[in-house]
């Protein structure tokens, strides 16, 4: 994580430069400022449970930009971190997610935006950030339909989330495509013969589901139960007393 984060200043230039990340003809994008400073944002979460990855990628950042002397590209940059979250959900909310994406899009001087932490996020803002051709990178996001129309996606994705035609999002991470098969591999060599599945319904827990079920029948293992986990503690309860009548031998968990 470190090496990457240390690259993301530089390669943001870059690509707004070259295309914001896709080649050829340059993406429709909000004009840059022939001079002055440049503005980099992150949106990430600074409440609820991903707070310290938000501040070990805003600290990345900083070292970054410090190793770079706040420089690339012969231009000086700003770095102006976002929070996603809000006090009420203690977590990420779409509201935020796209009050930020905004506030990027509307600042003349932004030539990048590092987020979002979860793929949910993403999915609400790489449609207004591709719209203003502003290149975007996540950290983190794994959910495959951002990216590709591979088993995990839903209908009309990827194309919904750009508008522009164009490509101006990049991950840093492998997509759960990789996760789904390394996962399936790992409880085959464990010797795991009754697996069962759960997960949440968010974005990406749900697609690595479909995906980890995908996988387990192109191997031939067969999942006992395939459950969307509960949030209330008796809920909890009865689902893991189902699965263990089902004579589940391990548990898959994706969310």
Known sequence: MRRSILAVVPALLTCVTLAACGGGDPVPAATV??????????SLPLRGGL?????????????ALEEHRARAGGRSIRYVPLDDSEPEAAAWTPGQAAANARLAVEDPSTIGYIGDLESGASAVTIPILNAAGIAQISPSNTYVGLTTAEPGSMKGEPDKYYPSGRRTFVRLVPRDTVQGAALVSQIRADGCQRPALVHDDERYGAGLSRIIEDRANAAGVQLVADLSVGSRPEELRAQAAAIAADGADCVLYAG
């Open 33 to 42: 400022p022939a001079d002055g400073t440049l503005t980099i944002y992150s």
């Open 51 to 63: 707070r310290p990855q938000t501040l070990a990628v805003q600290q990345g950042i900083r070292l």
